[in-house]
């Protein structure tokens, strides 16, 4: 009875792997360590007539080899939606028919490192100012099916989604705005300060999120650093800061986005109980 467990690894946050597992199992044999060395996401500038080449550094820390197979997908995080992965093309931005790999799959030697390389070209088409993104699926798998004593077999599959980003034109500072703040309280009882921040530029951001909190007097008293995330234009990516260490009481705040160049604040007004 073969068994595949797939493991998911993904981006946006300040390259932290935020791993989904489909299906465990109680017995299993250990997973082939196919790792990515030089980051999850990968931005660039490109125009109409130029060409880019990027890489991507791939090692398989497993003792046995393992094959790795190259696909392209869409990254669409739309408000109020869950992060999908869609066939690549689909949204009017995407980067995927202006990349190509060398490669779409390889057999890696046991402690093999590996250099993918991409290559984005616009060719001759006019482009539109903004950023035109698309993620590489980087899938590792064993090349040969392995039968254990009790007759099962088991897969294991590795799935990596590299962020590609290629901004067309100078680059413009997004309007970042905040919806959907709310307070919510957490099984193990931690409060969470929790909101949705929306790109309505036309260039993808990175941001750098922080939140001061101050008491009924306005004197500030902590400030606290949360993930730092990207949101693509015209999507939106959600955001959780854990409140510690507060007494009961009510408190005032401000969120605060840094984008690097422009500032974006939000006041909140917070009762803990």
Same mark, same amino acid.
Request: net charge neutral.
């Given at each position: 009875?073969?068994?595949?467990?797939?493991?998911?690894?993904?981006?946006?946050?300040?390259?932290?792997? +935020?791993?989904?597992?489909?299906?465990?199992?109680?017995?299993?044999?250990?997973? %082939? =360590?196919?790792?990515?060395?030089?980051?999850?996401? @990968?931005? @660039?500038?490109?125009?109409?007539?130029?060409?880019?080449?990027?890489?991507?550094?791939?090692?398989?820390?497993?003792?046995?080899?393992?094959?790795?197979?190259?696909? +392209?997908?869409?990254?669409?995080?739309?408000?109020?939606?869950?992060?999908?992965?869609?066939?690549?093309?689909?949204?009017?931005?995407?980067? @995927?028919? &202006?990349?190509?790999?060398?490669?779409?799959?390889?057999?890696? =030697?046991?402690?093999?490192?590996?250099?993918? &390389?991409?290559?984005?070209?616009?060719?001759?088409?006019?482009?539109?100012?903004?950023?035109?993104?698309?993620?590489?699926?980087?899938?590792?798998?064993?090349?040969?099916? $392995? $039968?254990?004593?009790?007759?099962?077999?088991?897969?294991?599959?590795?799935?990596? =989604?590299?962020?590609?980003? %290629?901004? =067309?034109?100078?680059?413009?500072?997004?309007?970042?705005?905040? $919806?959907?703040?709310?307070?919510?309280?957490?099984?193990?009882?931690?409060?969470?300060?929790?909101?949705?921040?929306?790109?309505?530029?036309?260039?993808?951001?990175?941001?750098?999120?922080?939140?001061?909190?101050?008491?009924?007097?306005?004197?500030?008293?902590?400030?606290?650093?949360?993930?730092? +995330?990207?949101?693509?234009?015209?999507?939106?990516?959600?955001?959780?800061?854990?409140?510690?260490?507060?007494?009961?009481?009510?408190?005032?705040?401000?969120?605060?986005?840094?984008?690097?160049?422009?500032?974006?604040? %939000?006041?909140?007004?917070? $009762?803990?109980?």
């Amino acid at each position: 009875m073969p068994i595949r467990i797939f493991i998911f690894f993904c981006f946006p946050m300040k390259n932290i792997l +935020k791993t989904l597992i489909l299906l465990t199992l109680s017995s299993y044999s250990s997973f %082939a =360590a196919i790792v990515i060395t030089n980051g999850l996401t @990968h931005t @660039h500038s490109f125009g109409t007539g130029q060409k880019v080449i990027g890489k991507i550094e791939i090692k398989n820390e497993s003792v046995k080899p393992t094959k790795i197979l190259i696909y +392209k997908q869409d990254l669409e995080s739309y408000c109020g939606q869950n992060i999908t992965y869609s066939t690549s093309g689909n949204q009017p931005y995407s980067l @995927h028919k &202006y990349l190509t790999t060398n490669v779409d799959e390889k057999v890696l =030697a046991a402690n093999e490192q590996y250099v993918l &390389y991409y290559t984005i070209s616009a060719g001759s088409d006019s482009l539109n100012n903004g950023s035109y993104w698309t993620v590489l699926m980087i899938e590792g798998a064993d090349p040969v099916k $392995e $039968e254990e004593a009790n007759g099962v077999q088991i897969n294991s599959v590795v799935r990596y =989604a590299v962020q590609i980003i %290629a901004d =067309a034109g100078k680059f413009q500072s997004p309007k970042l705005s905040y $919806e959907d703040i709310k307070l919510n309280t957490r099984e193990d009882s931690v409060k969470v300060l929790g909101f949705r921040l929306k790109n309505e530029g036309g260039f993808s951001t990175k941001t750098k999120v922080l939140v001061e909190i101050y008491d009924e007097k306005g004197q500030k008293i902590k400030t606290i650093d949360g993930l730092g +995330k990207r949101v693509y234009p015209s999507q939106c990516n959600d955001f959780e800061v854990e409140l510690l260490g507060f007494p009961k009481g009510k408190y005032e705040g401000i969120i605060i986005t840094d984008n690097g160049i422009d500032l974006f604040g %939000a006041n909140i007004s917070l $009762e803990l109980d």
